[in-house]
């Protein structure tokens, strides 16, 4: 679109099952007559051939000739109403009109302001209840956040979180939790395709304080504050973003159930190591969360036994390398791994230095060829390097800045699991390094 | 009869929309240059050279010129001056 604020002519083309989102975002961007043309889904895989076709073909939406639609998008003249572009303002009220529980239930349900599950009524004496649980003012702007690159930003002030917080059935007492974690400006709603979703880690007193669990479940269903706080934060990213609707502001193919909650406590009494805040720089008595992004695989095993380090390699270089691990383990692991003379910066580096790939499945990636092609093919290492690599050649997929240890869990078991986990804070891109660690303390 | 409750409103406050213009048309492409803009996805440059390959064969007044952003999913003011300089006209693709 800025390309058309230019001067120069312009058609987008997208594949079918972005038209609605496309037309959405043009809406948004007060350009609803942005002309645009669509091709079937998918275009990876495909071979020149079969992309041909897709040229030679029918536009899917408009079913006339595809570059029928390009060529008139260029030159077909303007009307009135494409001179006109479209202004306008979205106002959402404080309050909604009154209305009986149950017909409330069912208008925030078709307006798809829930996760599908019951919530609480955000009634006026809960929401300030729920901002009793803060000293920062109600009209406090906290950030703003939008599902994607490519969308407007919407913002959020403390009492809108707070109407989220009462939705998910959270306790005021966690109130400063949830504001932290929106003041990190991490979507738990992304738009992608890939269908991410977050995990939260909180580290620090308030993890006693209000009574999170990082024993027995800690990443289940059998903690009031864990579960609620994890679904505050996801409940609060869809709604203050401007929505999270399948088709429009929601493209993820599969879903993903982290996308209800995900949020847990580090076991930092039982851990053998310095909890996760204090390797990122925070004290130990400073309360944080740590927001990471992805969640879209789970590698899982045991130990560490006599054979941990080739079921490491293989848990490593079977992920989705695009999202770097986050390594979530039992104390008993965390222990095995001090009996076996690491520390945990030294496993990390471990991990980087093992998890290794022939440089032909580095590169036959879809992230790999999308994200990080760019940066090679521009002489930026360490991607040059591995874009050199001969294809029977091991490349490195992590740095050891890139991988993440929390320790948590109640020593019934020696589990680890490895999620995908970016920890690099808002945005696209192989270099966003934001903080996504946030300071609970200043929201309390 | 049930009880009509005033709740609050759930979502966030969204930026004001101000209307954009279209760029004037083109009379023909006849003559023109064509920016083809390789937005990066995985197999775009594909999708976009069989493009270039059809503007060749029906249309060989049509000089294009291929860009390609620095990375994907960021804005790249750089190449969009380029094409605002260079061209007349631009297929972007693959965009969503």
């Not at chain 1, 939705?167 to 990190?184: D, H, Q, R, T, W």
């Not at chain 1, 399948?246 to 599969?254: K, R, S």
């Not at chain 1, 944080?288 to 380090?309: C, H, I, N």
Request: glycine share 8%; with cysteine.
């Amino acid at each position: 679109m800025e390309l058309e604020l230019a001067g120069i002519p312009t058609m987008p083309v997208h594949t079918q099952p972005f038209a609605r989102l496309a037309q959405s975002v043009a809406r948004a961007n007060g350009m609803p007559r942005a002309r645009q043309a669509y091709v079937p889904q998918p275009l990876v895989g495909r071979s020149p051939s079969e992309l041909r076709a897709y040229v030679d073909g029918a536009d899917p939406i408009s079913k006339r000739p595809f570059m029928q639609e390009v060529i008139e998008g260029l030159t077909k003249p303007l009307s009135p109403e494409d001179l006109e572009g479209l202004s306008f303002e979205r106002s959402t009220p404080r309050l909604l009109e009154p209305d009986t529980r149950e017909n409330l239930h069912e208008l925030f349900r078709q307006n798809r302001w829930t996760d599908m599950l019951p919530i609480v009524l955000p009634t006026e004496e809960r929401v300030a209840a729920m901002l009793k649980g803060t000293s920062i003012p109600a009209d406090r702007i906290v950030g703003k956040m939008r599902p994607t690159a490519f969308r407007e930003f919407w913002q959020f002030d403390v009492e809108k979180i707070a109407v989220n917080a009462v939705m998910a059935g959270a306790k005021p007492e966690y109130f400063p939790v949830i504001l932290a974690m929106m003041a990190s400006g991490i979507t738990a709603r992304s738009s992608s395709t890939t269908s991410f979703a977050t995990i939260s880690v909180v580290n620090g007193p308030i993890r006693d304080q209000i009574g999170m669990n990082a024993g027995i479940g800690a990443l289940g269903p059998y903690n009031h504050a864990n579960s609620t706080i994890g679904r505050a934060f996801s409940l609060a990213c869809q709604n203050l973003q401007g929505g999270s609707t399948p088709n429009e502001t929601f493209m993820g193919t599969l879903g993903n159930f982290l996308g209800y909650t995900a949020c847990f406590a580090e076991n930092e009494e039982r851990s053998p190591w310095a909890p996760f805040h204090v390797d990122e720089g925070f004290k130990a008595s400073d309360s944080t969360v740590s927001v990471f992004f992805g969640g879209w695989y789970t590698q899982s095993g045991y130990g560490p036994r006599d054979s941990w380090k080739e079921k490491f390699i293989r848990c490593l270089t079977a992920t989705e390398f695009y999202q770097q691990p986050l390594i979530v383990m039992d104390p008993i692991v965390a222990r095995g791994f001090v009996d076996r003379g690491f520390t945990k910066q030294s496993l990390i580096h471990w991990c980087a230095d093992n998890a290794k790939l022939p440089a032909r499945d580095y590169w036959d990636d879809q992230w790999s060829q999308t994200l990080t092609l760019p940066h090679a093919v521009a002489g930026i290492e360490p991607y040059a390097s591995r874009l050199k690599a001969k294809p029977d050649e091991l490349v490195s997929i992590f740095m050891p800045e890139d991988i993440k240890i929390v320790v948590t869990g109640g020593e019934t078991q020696g589990a680890f699991k490895m999620f995908g986990g970016r920890y690099a804070g808002r945005g696209p891109g192989t270099f966003n390094r934001e903080n996504p660690t946030v300071l609970i303390d200043a929201w309390r | 009869m049930s009880i009509r409750i005033a709740v609050h409103d759930p979502r966030g406050y969204p930026p004001v929309v101000i209307g954009k213009r279209l760029a004037p048309r083109l009379d023909s492409l006849d003559g023109k240059l064509v920016g083809l803009v390789d937005c990066l996805f995985d197999n775009s440059d594909v999708f976009m050279e069989q493009l270039r390959l059809w503007l060749a064969e029906h249309l060989p007044g049509v000089r294009t010129k291929v860009f390609k952003p620095k990375a994907s999913w960021t804005d790249d003011p750089e190449m969009r001056a380029a094409i605002a300089a260079e061209t007349d006209a631009a297929i972007l693709g693959v965009g969503l």
